[in-house]
């Protein structure tokens, strides 16, 4: 049924979007003129990079300041290069080239078409020497090529250059980022030295494949330390979540830089202590240590997973009284914490502040518009991005959009961009991707439609896939399916067992006592509202109660659902119409939805409840959602 309807579509699709009328590879050329021009700090070159021959210094510092994290920057100055001439010369094509090595970039055709141009590369077609090995040693990395690797080891020892530092550390990272430990050591040990350089790599080897033992005991015996050994084990012990260890030895440090409380801020946030992280940066704000961006980034994005918008507005009010470059990165940082603190509106305006626009800039964009379930709004930003040609659109804008139309109900808009993400963005759909339309499916109604789905998925579907199904069983109150799903997902995920079987449990209780209600009055405070609305009209859904107790014991336990008594709080002790903010890590019961709801038009505030999975605007006794969530 479902492939039937698919192609129906696809051929809609086809008469819609001929092939080839969007062409998304299109580069942005641009004049001398129409390059975004930064004066340049006074100790450079003050020539304007409008002029029409520009000094080789002033091509040098824009490649390495305004192109490093900006493709369309970067682009419109390989323009200016081509135009002036300055392809020629080593130094400039040098840079050029490493500004388009960047990973985040994606353009490794643009580096060798630049390599090509220069007519005498020198030292690229000259023999290989210390700089190179370790370029060499990465690209391995990064193709996981281990003969390769082994290849251009044995090259090193032939030309007598296993004893420089650098390049062995660039080939402990390599065997050691493959999973080649043992030859790490080899490599290590054939210097006959513990260089600290070498140890760093190698401590960061085992901690990346969990042997934190062999870690600290080679961090014991190196006669020699230095502030990166102390970052690679803080680094290395919060990847394997040993949170409290980190701790220890960053307060045992005897000299700490800026890395070092990166370190840790970047380490609470993966481990998802995102109070502690504010706790070091506050602590930095003590020791007068000036952040960097990217310390002020992963501040942000603590702010942005507790839902603290007054620490977050504070610093973006250091950003602006530091004159600090709000640049992509920054900026990406400022939109997604406005968006997860429920400020679309400053979110936005930071958004469009943003001169140079990258593609995880629209994304986070495109995600807070999701989140908030302004799926119309999120389509036409994903489309302006696409008329105006800015950036292609990745796998996350595509996620994004998918749960933007899932938070709405959208299926046909849903379906129709899952299409297109491949066929004409040239996006592969990952099993993200596929839990997104099962999540729209399912929470539409269409649940045979989002099992056939899973049956036809080139890979295997993951418990999110199945968890969305059954999220999907629950909402249409279909047991049968949720059953099945039920113990699909026991079998993949047996140490869940127990939330499994309440889910499932739930969900046949729920039928069962769905229209079973009951009335009562209560005391004080939050009694007192739930008194109150129920003059209203609410009565409460004992069906969201699980436990074998009686009626009235289930309606007193609603009352005290963590949402109600926090709104109960902030409306005790806020001024009246004071917008009400309340964050929770599980999904919104049905019974405190329509309790909010009463409680927005019966008090005259605004609530924004962030949930699990989105947010939830109050207003006037209706919810941004329209009741679907």
């Known amino acids: ?371 908030h379930g302004r799926a119309d709004d999120a389509i036409d930003l994903f489309l302006k991005m696409q008329r105006d040609n800015i950036v292609k659109p990745n796998d996350i804008t595509f996620i994004a959009l998918l749960n933007a139309c899932a938070h709405a109900g959208l299926v046909h808009e849903g379906l129709k961009y899952f299409v297109l993400m491949k066929r004409t963005y040239l996006v592969e759909p990952t099993v993200e991707h596929y839990g997104c339309v099962v999540n729209l499916l399912g929470k539409s109604g269409y649940l045979n439609e989002a099992e056939n789905l899973i049956s036809s998925m080139p890979m295997k579907p993951n418990c999110a896939v199945w968890g969305a199904l059954l999220c999907a069983c629950r909402i249409h109150n279909n047991i049968e399916l949720g059953q099945r799903v039920g113990e699909i997902l026991l079998d993949l995920e047996p140490e869940k067992q127990w939330s499994i079987h309440i889910a499932v449990e739930h969900l046949c209780k729920s039928r069962e006592m769905g229209k079973r209600r009951k009335n009562e009055g209560y005391s004080y405070d939050a009694e007192t509202i739930i008194r109150e609305i129920e003059l209203k009209g609410h009565r409460p859904d004992v069906s969201q109660v699980l436990f074998d107790i009686s009626e009235e014991e289930k309606e007193t336990s609603l009352k005290y659902h963590s949402e109600k008594l926090a709104i109960a709080f902030g409306i005790l002790n806020t001024e009246p119409g004071a917008t009400i903010r309340v964050v929770k890590n599980l999904r919104v019961c049905g019974d405190c939805h329509s309790a909010i709801k009463i409680i927005s038009r019966v008090y005259k505030r605004k609530i924004i409840v962030r949930d699990r999975v989105r947010y939830h605007h109050f207003k006037h006794g209706q919810c941004s959602c329209k009741d679907f969530w």
């Not at 080939?171 to 490599?187: F, P, V």
């Not at 990847?239 to 701790?247: D, F, G, L, P, R």
């Open 1 to 371: 049924m479902l492939r039937r309807a698919w192609s129906h579509l696809e051929l809609a699709i086809s008469s819609a979007y001929p092939a080839g009328q969007v062409n998304m590879g299109a580069l942005h050329t641009a004049t001398t003129t129409e390059l975004l021009y930064h004066p340049p700090p006074a100790e450079h070159s003050t020539e304007n990079f409008t002029t029409s021959n520009p000094s080789q210094k002033t091509i040098l510092h824009l490649l390495n300041t305004k192109c490093i994290s900006s493709l369309e920057t970067l682009k419109q100055a390989h323009a200016l290069i081509l135009k002036t001439g300055y392809l020629q010369d080593h130094y400039v094509a040098g840079s050029l080239i490493k500004c388009y090595a960047n990973p985040h970039f994606g353009n490794l055709s643009n580096l060798l078409q630049v390599l090509e141009q220069v007519s005498e590369p020198n030292v690229f077609r000259s023999r290989p020497n210390k700089y190179t090995y370790p370029q060499v040693f990465k690209a391995c990395t990064l193709e996981r090529a281990i003969e390769e690797g082994m290849q251009v080891h044995s090259h090193v020892i032939k030309r007598g250059l296993n004893a420089d530092s650098h390049i062995i550390s660039a080939g402990i990272q390599m065997y050691a980022s493959l999973g080649c430990l043992k030859e790490a050591r080899n490599m290590l040990d054939s210097i006959g030295i513990l260089d600290v350089i070498c140890c760093n790599a190698m401590i960061d080897g085992y901690m990346k494949f969990g042997d934190v033992k062999a870690a600290r005991e080679l961090f014991e015996n190196m006669t020699e330390k230095n502030v990166g050994s102390w970052n690679t084990m803080i680094s290395g012990l919060f990847s394997n979540e040993m949170v409290i260890e980190a701790k220890k030895y960053f307060d045992e440090m005897p000299k700490k830089d800026e890395v070092s409380w990166s370190a840790m801020i970047d380490g609470y946030n993966r481990c998802g202590y995102f109070k502690e992280a504010l706790e070091v940066f506050n602590e930095m704000q003590r020791e007068e240590i000036k952040p960097s961006k990217f310390v002020l980034s992963s501040a942000l994005a603590a702010c942005a997973n507790l839902a603290a918008l007054d620490q977050g507005k504070w610093i973006h009010a250091y950003i602006r009284k530091n004159r600090i470059l709000v640049d992509a990165i920054l900026g990406t940082s400022l939109v997604d914490m406005y968006a997860k603190c429920g400020r679309l509106d400053l979110a936005w305006d930071v958004f469009e502040k943003i001169k140079e626009k990258e593609v995880f800039c629209w994304n986070a964009m495109i995600g807070g518009l999701a989140v």
